[in-house]
C-alpha cells in the first residue's frame, strides 16, 4: 500500500493562506520553481492526485494548458489520475479532454478507499480541509512543505488548531536558489 502524501506550500511563519483566505503571498514567487526537480522525482512515485474541490478549481484553471516547458511537473500533473472530494460539484473537467473523479461523501473515507485502489503513493495539495480531516484521522503517513522565505504574520496555518501533539522524524531538509526549502517529515502512527 502507497502512502497518503500532503504537501503545503508555507510561509516560514507556517501559514498556508493569507488573512483573506488566499494564496496571493506565493502566487508571483518566481522561486517557487526552483525545486521542480525534487517535484519531479517526488510525483515518479505518486499514483494519484487528490484534491479538495477549492484546491481543484485553482488546478484545473491552470495546469491543462500550463506550458510544460515553463513547468515541468504539468506532465505528471496532467497525466496522473485525478480525483476531487466534494458533495457539491456534479462535473470535474480537467482541460478539453478528460476529468477528475468525483469523490462524495467523507474525505477520510474516500481516501482509504483510494489507498485499497492504488499501490502508489497518493498527494493531496493544499486542499487544506481535506488535509486537516485526514490529520485528525491520522491517515497522513508524510508531510512535505515548501518552506517559502518570507513572512506573512497572519493567516491560516497548514495544520488544524485542534490536532494535537503528533511526532514526525525529518525524512529531509533541501534548500533552493532564492530561500525555498523543502522538508519532507514522515509521521509517526
Not at 500532503?6 to 483573506?20: L, R
Amino acid at each position: 500500500m502507497g502512502k497518503v502524501i500532503v504537501e503545503q506550500i508555507v510561509s516560514a511563519d507556517g501559514y498556508a493562506e493569507d488573512a483573506d483566505g488566499g494564496i496571493g503571498f506565493f502566487a508571483n514567487a518566481d522561486w517557487i520553481n526552483t525545486a521542480d526537480t525534487e517535484q519531479l522525482r517526488m510525483l515518479s512515485g505518486v499514483a494519484a492526485i487528490v484534491l479538495g474541490k477549492n484546491t481543484y478549481r485553482m488546478f484545473s484553471d491552470y495546469w491543462p494548458s500550463a506550458d510544460p516547458a515553463a513547468e515541468p511537473v504539468a506532465v505528471p500533473i496532467n497525466e496522473l489520475p485525478k480525483f476531487v472530494v466534494s458533495s457539491t460539484l456534479e462535473s470535474a473537467p480537467w482541460g478539453s479532454t478528460d476529468s477528475a473523479e468525483i469523490l462524495k461523501g467523507d474525505g477520510v473515507a474516500a481516501v482509504r478507499g483510494l489507498r485499497q485502489r492504488f499501490a502508489g503513493n497518493l498527494i493531496i495539495w493544499g486542499s487544506l480541509t481535506l488535509s486537516d480531516a485526514l490529520l485528525r484521522a491520522g491517515e497522513v503517513d508524510v508531510l512535505r512543505l515548501r518552506v517559502l522565505p518570507l513572512l506573512t504574520g497572519t493567516g491560516r496555518s497548514f495544520a488544524p488548531p485542534d490536532l494535537g501533539l503528533r511526532q514526525m522524524s525529518l525524512a529531509s531538509v533541501q534548500s533552493f536558489a532564492g530561500g525555498l526549502m523543502v522538508i519532507e517529515y514522515h509521521i509517526r502512527p
